[in-house]
């Protein structure tokens, strides 16, 4: 790949805070080596839920955009009949938590781990990160295989909440409180658009080395605001895109259509938000976490 000249990584250094709350999240099932004691699994969730304040920022992939036109228009339908407020919410939220915190571990092993990725300046660096984990997160729990299931809930009228005293947003409810007779869940239509990747990835079995060039592409955004060496990210994502389209070429001869299916699964990331993934992985079982200041600890941590 091509080298970009006067930028250098300044690295972890700072004094940075090195032990991660998802990490601790994932030590009862070794998912990662520590001599930790098991119950401080418990103390990081209890740490992690003061945490307060959600994230947002947003990823796009060069390809078509009929994904999120296709999700804007269920929702401006959904409009009309009032479903809007059919949410949903993990069945087994204590499982896929810790699936998706294992699945962005190595998400940002990952990405540290990119050559290319650490000669970027680090203003650049963390906010490639900040835009592009949460496309990468579910790149990654497809790339993992990992599945989940959602049980439907109904999103308190106006009406509703004023005879019950409820708070006027269901996001203020905390998600420890079932007597109060709300769930907090993400709607119906976001859901969806994310199993709608999960299900193309999979059905397209894409290999490891494509979803590693996948990956490349998500991270090397250059449509993000605020990047220096924006015309080298520029370089690095038509980079991707060139050794992806080689290497289907060179592996799936039979099959020409394969690359512009890849890119029709990556266009599919632009219609999932941050604030949609970190709701409905991690919200459910960690509470209202900031999920910058997690980045933070995982990409500054060791």
């Not at 996948?214 to 060496?229: E, H, I, Q, T, W």
Request: charged share 20%; aromatic share 6%; with cysteine.
């Amino acid at each position: 790949m091509a080298t970009v000249e006067g930028c250098h990584c300044r690295g972890a250094a700072g004094g940075r805070n090195n032990s991660s709350i998802l990490y601790s999240i994932l030590k009862s099932d070794s998912l990662l080596s520590s001599d930790e004691h098991p119950q401080q699994q418990q103390h990081a969730l209890h740490h992690l839920v003061h945490k307060t304040t959600t994230t947002s920022s947003s990823t796009s992939t060069s390809s078509s955009s009929s994904a999120p036109t296709a999700l804007l228009e269920l929702r401006q339908q959904a409009c009309s009949c009032n479903s809007t407020r059919r949410r949903g919410i993990l069945r087994a939220p204590q499982v896929t938590c810790k699936a998706a915190s294992a699945v962005l571990v190595k998400t940002i092993r990952f990405v540290k781990n990119v050559p290319c990725f650490r000669e970027l300046p680090e203003d650049d660096q963390l906010v490639l990160v900040r835009s592009g984990w949460a496309a990468l997160l579910v790149l990654g729990l497809a790339h993992d295989r990992v599945d989940f299931e959602t049980t439907e809930t109904v999103e308190p009228s106006m009406l509703q909440r004023i005879l019950t005293g409820l708070p006027d947003r269901q996001s203020e409810v905390a998600p420890a409180e079932p007597s109060r007779g709300v769930a907090v869940g993400v709607c119906l239509v976001d859901i969806q658009a994310i199993k709608a990747f999960l299900k193309k990835c999979w059905t397209l079995d894409i290999s490891t080395k494509e979803y590693a060039y996948l990956k490349g592409a998500v991270l090397f955004n250059p449509d993000v605001l605020g990047l220096r060496c924006l015309h080298y990210i520029q370089s690095l994502r038509r980079e991707s895109h060139q050794a992806l389209n080689e290497h289907v070429k060179l592996i799936h001869r039979e099959d020409s259509t394969r690359f512009a299916k890849l890119l029709i699964a990556l266009s599919m990331l632009r219609a999932i938000s941050p604030p949609v993934v970190a709701q409905l992985f991690f919200k459910p079982v960690i509470g209202a976490v900031n999920m910058e200041e997690v980045l933070l600890e995982m990409y500054y941590g060791k």
